[in-house]
């Protein structure tokens, strides 16, 4: 008998609540790092959804007939101020925040997603080029070792320039110029590895 990792059950108690409200959605973050990096240890999964009925309400009640609980008591309030959803997952202990997606670059991201077979499930992950436009965007030091990660494990695969021209776009639009240096240097570190 296999043992499925405790986030494979956890996608797969996820997908069918995410299908019945638009089936518009994808995992990002650590997880993604997992399918499209390196290995590391996790300890929660990160998804960005787009609800259809657009019902935070309705989503959280069908999320708990699913076997996810709300880590937040005044929901509405917390999905107010940060448009997350932060659940756990009863069966696993594992935590995962659902990020309600809004206009704009969620959108060409869900439209990129990769659709991937996790154990007999098909989830859609964050395009690898698109994992590492919000991995340099976040620009903390395990995000950096995430890029580190996805550059060596897929140089051979990777849309450098489309990953250039997403961090373009976003240096204009937040009037920063650090973004592409930063991805640069990292480039550049995983080339001078063995």
Sequence with gaps: MS???????????????????????????????VVWG??????????????????????????????????VRD?????????????VHLATGLPVDIV??????EEEFERAAVRIDVHGTTIPFIAA??????KILAGRPKDLEDVRGILLARHATLDIE????????????????????LLDEQVASTRRCP
């Excluded at 059950?9 to 997880?31: C, D, H, K, M, T």
């Excluded at 961090?167 to 240096?181: F, I, K, N, T, Y």
């Design 129 to 134: 080029e698109d994992l590492l436009v919000t």
């Design 38 to 71: 390196r290995p590391r240890l996790t300890a929660d999964v990160d998804v960005t959804c787009f609800l259809d009925p657009d019902d935070p309400t309705a989503f959280a009640a069908a999320m708990r007939r699913g076997g996810f609980e709300l880590r």
């Design 3 to 33: 043992h499925e990792p405790d986030s494979t059950n956890l996608l797969r108690a996820l997908e069918p609540v995410l299908r019945a409200f638009g089936n518009r959605w994808y995992v990002f973050g650590a997880q993604a790092v």
């Design 75 to 87: 929901a509405a309030g917390f999905v107010k101020t940060t448009r997350v959803l932060p659940f």
């Design 100 to 105: 309600l997606a809004g206009p704009g670059l």
């Design 162 to 181: 489309h990953v250039r021209a997403r961090l373009r776009l976003l240096e204009a639009a937040l009037g920063q110029s650090d973004l592409l240096p």
